[in-house]
């Protein structure tokens, strides 16, 4: 039995075509109140479970039936929705008859779209928040080194952590540009939307500098740049406590989730850290969302938000193997948080080993060999709570599972969670750091051509008229996939959704020099609504950029389930003579 889990790949011909027409459905209303209505949620509470299993060796074991399984949640035995597997071969050609390759965009067409991959992905985060300084450029020395003998169609992506989260390659089947970013050398960070634009080279190459040498470079004359910003890569600030560091992990987990959303299927996370402060970590017991401290629900929330993007995090040691046989507590307890982070992922540590290249064969190697179980839990009434799954399988004794040991069930209405408190993180000021990763909860076209002629850029908040020698009015039309937005149906049968968009403009420091944000109700007739669901949730915008040296960032915000999608428009991504039509 398949499992549908994942939006038709007709959406990206279909929302192509109407990013690239210019058609307008719905009608747009600024009005926050409305009647009372039926909400119909995009998520339905089917419980998804990736399991891998392997034998007493590592080789998987293929070809089980869906009765071999069993599955229970909270110690009661659960019914079985649909079981499929997958491996590499089979994944490759699903891909290649749904239709792998994204449509052709027009010039001036961007979009966040990612096409269905043909292996399991596999993304490597290099840890320096939480590495030593002496460990860093060996694990980039056994990272080229498995680059090296990796075999085809591997498709991996390339993240670095300290400050910030920082995409260094985007997905990739291209080993030789794998090995390119690594080395340094004329770097290859994708921008958000567009897997093969170039990321800010200043900062990325920055980064690149570091990862090649085991102590990093100081450059002078760089005070107040981004690449300042970045040049701390990696060498952990003395003064970021365990409290900041531990947040600032999350929060780049949470970011790369938001990344993958829009892959279907399992994803494997490679992570090279020395460790995660062990203390942070909140006991599996029944608990609420409310009175509690924000880093207990900001790690709950992260791991569960991992879990249902189908995310598997491989935590792998980045000091390697410990010869002198007495490993101090902190160590000790970093490594069991890495073990717990393992588990609540359906993930592997490997602990205390100088096989960090094998360790990275391994995961990619065994991780497209999967089985993907659903049911729908016989306990409907949700709170919030840790529910335990423990997965069994009929086969001979020695075979070893690995699957996530629980979620975090939650409540029917999700509109409480999706609204970030005074404590915690913005979802939007995640997705507007300079140099994010895009989101792709949301996917989505965007058309940005220059304005009509005549048209006079003015700056968004004051309305005050700029110098159009120097800067540029420029539109936006958006159009969004309805289905990964939360949707109320009106009395009267209309639809309606509450939606944010934003727009940013970047200078060559990563300063936001230009903004536009617009809140608002977009509501569909039957009829609109038909025609949304082929072309999409629509609407248009405009702001003015700076003649050179800028950057577009565009956001759509649900701002009733929280969900994002966000792409990048580099300088030379803007058209410079091509006009949208008169309105």
Request: aromatic residues 6%; proline residues 8%.
């Amino acid at each position: 039995m398949r499992i549908a889990l994942s939006t038709p790949v007709l959406l990206l011909s279909t929302l192509s075509m109407a990013a690239q027409t210019g058609n307008q459905s719905g009608t747009l209303t600024g009005n926050p109140s409305a009647p009372p209505a039926v909400t119909l949620h995009a998520a339905a509470r089917l419980v998804v479970v990736d399991v891998t299993v392997t034998d007493a060796h590592g080789n998987p074991v293929r070809h089980l039936p869906e009765s071999a399984f069993h599955l229970v949640e909270g110690g009661h035995p659960q019914v079985l929705a649909g079981m499929e597997e997958h491996s590499a071969a089979s994944d490759a050609a699903a891909a290649s008859r749904a239709g792998a390759a994204l449509p052709p965009l027009q010039p001036g067409v961007f979009t966040n779209l990612v096409a269905p991959p043909q292996t399991t992905p596999t993304i490597l985060l290099f840890d320096a928040l939480n590495t030593p300084t002496s460990s860093q450029g060996w694990v980039r020395r056994q990272v080229m080194n498995y680059l090296r003998t990796a075999p085809p169609n591997t498709r991996i992506a390339i993240f670095g952590l300290n400050s910030q989260l920082v995409l260094l390659q985007n997905f990739t089947t291209d080993i030789g540009r794998l090995r390119v970013a690594m080395e340094g050398v004329h770097p290859q960070g994708a921008g958000p939307g567009n897997l093969d634009a170039e990321a800010p080279s200043a900062a990325v190459a920055q980064i690149h500098a570091q990862l090649l040498a085991d102590q990093p470079p100081v450059g002078p004359g760089q005070e107040g740049s981004m690449a300042q910003a970045l040049s701390d890569f990696s060498n952990i600030d003395s003064n970021v406590n365990e409290a900041q560091r531990a947040t600032i992990t999350l929060r780049a987990f949470h970011q790369i989730a938001l990344f993958l959303a829009g892959v279907p299927g399992r994803k494997n996370l490679i992570w090279f850290s020395s460790g995660f402060p062990l203390s942070l970590i909140p006991p599996r017991t029944p608990t609420n969302y409310t009175g509690e401290p924000t880093w207990k629900r900001e790690y709950r929330e992260t791991m569960d938000l991992l879990s249902r993007e189908r995310i598997a995090i491989y935590p792998v040691d980045a000091q390697g193997l410990d010869i002198s046989g007495a490993r101090s507590s902190e160590r000790m307890e970093a490594q069991s948080a890495m073990y717990e982070m393992a588990d609540d992922s359906g993930g592997k540590a490997f602990m205390n080993t100088n096989g960090l290249a094998q360790a990275v064969e391994q995961v990619v190697s065994t991780g497209s060999d999967y089985y993907t179980l659903a049911y729908v839990p016989s306990d409907k009434n949700a709170h919030g709570e840790y529910r335990k799954i423990r997965v069994a399988v009929d086969a001979p004794t020695g075979l070893q599972l690995s699957y996530r040991r629980g979620y975090y069930a939650e409540p029917t209405d999700t509109r409480a969670m999706a609204q970030s408190d005074d404590d915690g993180p913005s979802p939007v000021r995640a997705a507007a750091a300079y140099l994010a990763p895009p989101a792709t909860q949301i996917q989505f076209f965007a058309r940005v051509l220059p304005a009509a002629a005549g048209v006079v850029p003015v700056a968004d908040s004051s309305r005050r008229q700029l110098d159009p020698s120097h800067n540029r009015r420029y539109g936006i039309e958006y159009s969004a996939d309805v289905r990964s937005l939360d949707v109320t149906t009106l009395p009267d049968g209309r639809r309606q959704s509450h939606l944010e968009f934003v727009s940013l403009v970047y200078d060559p420091r990563g300063r936001v020099v230009r903004s536009d944000v617009k809140s608002l109700h977009m509501t569909w007739t039957p009829e609109q609504w038909a025609a949304a669901m082929q072309r999409g949730a629509r609407y248009q915008q405009e702001i003015s950029v700076p003649a050179e040296g800028t950057s577009l960032r565009l956001i759509v915000h649900d701002l009733e389930n929280g969900h994002l999608g966000s792409l990048d428009v580099s300088s030379t991504g803007l058209q410079p003579s091509a006009a949208l039509p008169p309105k």
